[in-house]
């Protein structure tokens, strides 16, 4: 077990906390739980839960996890992918059901990390974590389209299509005031950062709207109208169990887990590109696992890592779980003192919120990537989206990671590649004398998503010890998107270093992804060279100039 859960926390404890770092760490931990609060109450109204339900989870969850977590800067909370699945939950189960299903899913999540699933995160290749992502975008968004226009619908189907049909056979019921109010909680939003950013500009937006509404006012629906008080307490609240219908809760148990490890293991290798370190994924997911568990006790929903959140606590200065935690304790005094007056708050601007989350989340420069890449990348993410958005995203996770798996194998099959190529004695002669200034590293075997991580991290970590790093890829016979993104963080992040990246030997076809994907522009076409012979004498120029 000790080998399988490690906290980071402990690691950080025994290693020291400068004083200076303490102070970054609880600023930044401040700074994030201000953050945190409209985020948290938007998911759980979005939810179809009341909205302490959704600070509750950032409160009890965001501490577990920085406590127990793998990840040095993690943030854990309530976030908007798991709208839709939480939604659709509490619609077929019930409120006690999503309780149930979620302690179920930690369960999972803590079986997970005890059996070393962690590493599994490389077998979900980018278009298809693209392709899911942008579909809970776009279902968060239409979600948000009755609120946004204060159209007067009692209950909005659940099916995408019909929801859209609703939508706008009632558009001349729209309440001018609540879309005025939502423009203006996105302009806020999203420009607020221009004067200050520190203070987030959905924080000031839900501040000065709910003030605006509540002097003037005006006709709107609130929080307070449709969901009554909001306690400013926490208690523990156990689920009524009926153990006969258990069975109900695996299928929506699995989808909260699955769902919950990919996020919060992408957050944490998003989070380590950040910082320059490296989390520890089994104890992540077991961290995650134990959070799951606990915070339904109190009444909360389902939890994972926020990447935007722990990208704000990075910004910030934070380098220690001590700011994950700090977060916390911000979520909870503000809860105390001032959660009553939540109730105040517009339901058109926290709409106006989670349009600007939905737009972030969708990664729609990701999917315009994608679309420009291979025709197999491009029919995994299509297929993921669309799934995601007219049936459901356990299904759309399904079929995009067997799809994967078969496209790939049919591109195994397809290889011819030609295994008699040798090195010359010229260039072998070469490569004895080489500069030591001058690094090579081969890559042998495709560059796809099983590989790409482990391959950009070698890149990264080798290339810091030269001034030019050559990247043999004669036996690189096809790369995906995949492989290409990981390619490109790993050359930028020498090239910002000051380090010069020559790629070698480089067959056509990759040759022409490289070229569509603009590597070739990023290296420069000088730089991209289809012999070893010439890449060493490119290399031994560059050090001259």
């Known amino acids: 077990m000790e080998s399988v859960f490690k906290p980071k926390l402990i690691t950080v404890l025994k290693q020291g906390i400068g004083r200076e770092q303490l102070i970054k760490d609880i600023l930044s931990g401040i700074i994030v739980g201000i953050v945190a609060l409209p985020l948290a109450i938007a998911f759980a109204v979005a939810s179809g839960v009341s909205p302490e339900k959704g600070i509750i ?224 994924s089994n104890t992540e997911l077991i961290a995650q696992g134990i959070a799951n568990i606990i915070t339904p006790l109190f009444g909360g929903i389902p939890a994972t890592g926020a990447i935007a959140r722990t990208a704000t606590n990075i910004r910030n200065g934070a380098r220690t779980p001590i700011a994950g935690m700090v977060h916390a304790v911000t979520l909870l005094l503000i809860m105390l003192a001032f959660g009553k007056y939540a109730t105040l708050i517009p339901m058109s601007c926290l709409a106006g919120v989670l349009i600007v989350v939905a737009y972030n989340m969708s990664e729609w420069r990701s999917f315009v990537g994608v679309l420009r890449g291979e025709v197999f990348d491009i029919l995994v993410l299509i297929t993921t989206f669309l799934l995601t958005v007219l049936l459901d995203l356990t299904v759309a996770i399904q079929v995009g990671v067997v799809l994967s798996a078969l496209l790939f194998m049919k591109r195994m099959a397809d290889l011819k590649p030609d295994i008699n190529k040798s090195i010359d004695a010229d260039v072998m002669e070469n490569y004895a004398g080489l500069d030591p200034r001058i690094g090579i590293f081969e890559i042998s075997g495709p560059f796809f998503f099983a590989s790409a991580k482990e391959y950009g991290e070698i890149i990264r970590s080798l290339g810091q010890k030269y001034k030019v790093l050559i990247i043999r890829m004669r036996h690189v016979p096809f790369i995906d998107h995949t492989g290409v993104k990981n390619l490109r963080e790993a050359i930028r992040s020498l090239q910002n270093a000051g380090i010069k990246v020559i790629l070698s030997g480089v067959n056509p076809s990759v040759a022409e992804t490289l070229n569509k994907e603009r590597i070739t522009f990023l290296v420069g076409k000088a730089n991209q060279l289809p012999e070893f012979s010439l890449a060493l004498k490119r290399a031994n120029e560059v050090l001259l100039e």
């Open 57 to 280: 989870t950032a409160i009890v969850a965001g501490f577990l996890i920085s406590l127990l977590g793998g990840s040095r800067v993690q943030i854990g909370g309530p976030t908007g992918a798991f709208i839709v699945i939480v939604y659709g939950i509490v619609a077929e189960y019930g409120l006690d059901g999503l309780l149930l299903s979620t302690i179920m899913a930690g369960v999972l999540l803590v079986l997970f990390g005890i059996l070393r699933l962690g590493s599994l995160l490389k077998f979900f290749p980018h278009p298809l974590v693209v392709g899911f992502t942008s579909g809970i975008a776009l279902i968060i968004f239409s979600s948000q389209i009755k609120d946004a226009l204060g159209l007067s619908i009692d209950k909005l189907p659940a099916d995408f299509i019909r929801k859209w049909q609703m939508y706008i056979s009632h558009m001349d019921g729209i309440n001018s005031i609540a879309l005025a109010l939502t423009i203006a909680t996105i302009l806020i939003t999203v420009y607020f950062k221009k004067v200050s950013t520190v203070i987030p500009g959905s924080f000031v937006a839900i501040l000065l709207i709910t003030s605006a509404t509540y002097i003037f006012d005006l006709n709107v629906a609130t929080i307070g109208s449709l969901y009554g008080t909001i306690p400013n307490s926490i208690s523990i609240s156990i689920p009524d169990i009926n153990w006969s219908n258990i069975g109900y809760y695996f299928s929506p148990a699995i989808t909260i887990a699955l769902l919950g490890g990919i996020e919060s293991l992408l957050s944490a290798v998003v989070a380590d590109g950040m910082i320059g370190s490296n989390h520890r």
